[in-house]
Structures are given as structure tokens and as C-alpha cells.
């Protein structure tokens, strides 16, 4: 008769907390989420195998190349002779900064050496290719 | 003025019984437009400008791209075209009997960005740390 008595309390999960618990994965949600801020252009990345993940956001500028031979960094198209300010700025505000490269799979060699040579006279030597990954 | 106080009274506190119910739908749109989307690529790390060395010709393995892709390995007169997929037991065996070996990848100025990916993910792949990019030809 006791054990009976006993079992009759405990009745149903307690959901007094489940609004705390709902707001604290809102708030994960709200802080983790980036509203893009560039928009890029139109292109087809790479694919490559043997990729490793860009670390963070922060330390990263990106640079699109289009197969038509457009180049755009913040969403602002420039020529080629251009990168190099732009990219001289960025490197003095931040000297861990990596230069993504988001070129079109298409897009000729011509146009890629040539941002190297850019970013090797803004002395922002680190570069990732950025590539998707190849199944 | 008795009714007019009983009216007022029901509307004392603001319902709370749809709060999960907003949050949940809040929480949702969170989760939908979330993107966790991390960038992934081949890193590389440029020489810097005016910092030209010479290296002695042994030293050097030449990998040549062209414009249509295809790609050959050597130096000097010892060149052989090699499928892009054979690249990296071929980087492997030359790296086993030189562990000093300098990779160059010289392209086309034509040479499709694809192609080049590929030549640096073998490389990569292969465990090639000293990979030098030359001007491109023509």
C-alpha cells in the first residue's frame, strides 16, 4: 500500500523551465548567426580533396574571381592593380589576415597569378584556395 | 460601478501561456537561417616579394601545366606527361629519394584554375611542403 502511495507524485515532466530552456537556445542561435555581410559574386568554386577549414571569419578577406575575369573584394569590383591597396590596407589593420581566394573553376591562370603578384606586394603572403570537397 | 470592477479584473495579467509558443517560432527562424558554414580550401603561403633564391638544379622538379590540362613532371630533358591522378605517387617517389625537393608549377597563362587546384591537391596529398609557383608562360 505504501509503494503505491509513493508513485502517485510523480506525475508528468515539470515545463515551468521549458521557456528558459527555449530562450537559451534562441539566444545561442541569434549570436551564431551571421547575416551575410558580402555577397560575393556568381561562380563555381573548385573541387579538391585535400581541403582544411579556414579558421574563423575574422582573420579572412575574401577575394572573388570570376571566369570572366572580374575581381571583387567587399563587393566592390576593381582591376588587378587595385588589389594591392586594398589589401595593403586590410593587412596593416590585421597582420593575421588570410587572403581567401574564390575563384570560378574556370577561371584562367592568367588572372590568378596575377593576384598573387598582387598580394605579394601587399605582403600578404598567407592564401587559401577556397574549394569545395570533391566526393 | 460593482460590474465595472468585476470587468476590469479578468484583464489584470498579460497571458503568458503562448510565450513558448512565440519563442518557439523565434528559435525556428534562428535555425533556419543559421548557416554554419565554414570555409574550406588548400592553404598556401606566398613567397614574399624580392626574396628570390637560387636553388641548385637537382633540387627542382618542374610540373608543367598546360592550357588543356595536361600535365608532365621533370627537369631538364627528362619530361614525361603524367595523368593528374598519377601526380602523387610520382611526387611520393621523388620526395623518398630527395626530402629536399622544390616543386614548381609552372602554367599556362590559359591553364584552367581547376586543373591548377588539382596539381596542388596531389601535391598536398603527396605531403609536398616546398611547392614553388613560377610565372606563367605565354
Known sequence: MRLKQKTKTVS?????????????????????????????????LPEARKISKL??????????ATKEGVISIDDRIMEMNQVRNVMYDKRKNDPQIVASVK????????????????????????VNYSAKTRN | MLTARNR????????????????????????????????????????AEGN????????????????SGKVAIGSGDDLRI??????????????????????SVRTDSRTKYQAYLDVMDQL???????ISIAEPEG
Open chain 2, 82 to 103: 603524367v595523368e593528374i591522378r598519377d601526380l602523387r605517387q610520382e611526387v611520393s617517389n621523388r620526395l623518398l629519394a630527395n626530402d629536399k625537393m622544390i616543386f
Open chain 2, 8 to 47: 476590469k479584473r479578468p484583464g489584470g495579467e498579460i497571458p503568458t501561456a503562448s510565450l513558448p509558443d512565440i519563442v518557439f517560432m523565434l528559435l525556428v527562424f534562428f535555425l533556419v537561417t543559421t548557416t554554419i558554414d565554414v570555409d574550406k580550401g588548400l592553404g598556401l603561403v606566398l613567397p
Open chain 1, 12 to 44: 508528468g515532466i515539470p515545463t515551468a523551465s521549458l521557456p528558459d530552456i527555449i530562450f537559451m537556445l534562441l539566444i545561442f542561435f541569434m549570436v551564431v548567426t551571421v547575416l551575410r555581410q558580402y555577397q560575393g559574386l556568381k561562380l563555381i
Open chain 2, 124 to 130: 598536398k596529398m603527396a605531403n609536398a611542403k616546398r
Open chain 1, 103 to 126: 575563384a570560378d573553376r574556370q577561371a584562367e591562370m592568367k588572372l590568378i597569378t596575377g593576384i598573387h603578384q598582387e598580394l605579394r606586394k601587399a605582403d600578404a603572403l598567407k
Open chain 2, 52 to 67: 628570390e633564391q637560387e636553388v641548385s638544379k637537382k633540387n627542382i622538379t618542374n610540373i608543367f601545366v598546360n592550357a
Open chain 1, 55 to 64: 579558421e574563423g571569419k575574422r582573420h579572412v578577406a575574401n577575394i572573388w
